[in-house]
């Protein structure tokens, strides 16, 4: 009977979720989380929306883009909603709120192309929007071995992304 928090106002409860996810793979809820408790099986956006209600801060998934350019300096792509990741405040689209905006995350490849990461989800948000988010990137499984423009156009791996440290 867990109620769980979805993004604005909108909850579910933790059955109808995992039902909702099964649905996707024609099976029952049971018969999905004896999948989810395989080894060799992941899991999606259903888990990291109980993930981040478990650990009640804000999880927010990247994707690896590229782009050719000429610039040096590390970049990341806005998301839909407008949110330059550089520093300084931002109008938050969902509350109206100023909020910090995040650290940029960039990959950098060579002076031709480079990798970016563009934020594609933020589960949690503004329930949790008080904590420091986790980050994580869904990638293609041969990054980083791979030269920007090659990786595949959805990511099949993810990895976790932990904030720089920045001494005052």
Not at 52 to 69: A, D
Not at 152 to 166: E, Q
Request: proline share 5%; net charge positive.
């Amino acid at each position: 009977r867990r109620m769980l928090f979805l993004q604005g106002s909108e909850y579910l409860r933790a059955r109808d979720l995992v039902d909702a996810a099964a649905a996707q793979y024609d099976m029952t809820g049971e018969e999905y989380c004896e999948l989810m408790r395989k080894d060799s099986y992941w899991g999606g956006g259903p888990e990291i929306v109980a993930l981040c209600n478990v650990l009640r801060r804000p999880i927010h998934v990247y994707e690896l883009t590229s782009s050719t350019g000429n610039s040096d300096s590390p970049r990341l792509e806005s998301d839909e909603a407008g949110h330059g990741q550089s520093g300084g405040a931002i109008d938050d689209r969902n509350t109206g709120r100023k909020r910090k905006k995040s650290r940029s995350l960039a990959l950098i490849g060579n002076k031709k192309a480079e990798f970016r990461l563009r934020r594609m989800a933020c589960f949690g948000s503004p329930k949790f929007d008080g904590k420091e988010p986790l980050h994580i990137l869904s990638a293609d499984s041969r990054f980083p071995d791979l030269r920007p423009g090659k990786q595949n156009a959805a990511g099949n791996h993810f990895l976790a992304i932990f904030p720089g440290y920045n001494p005052k």
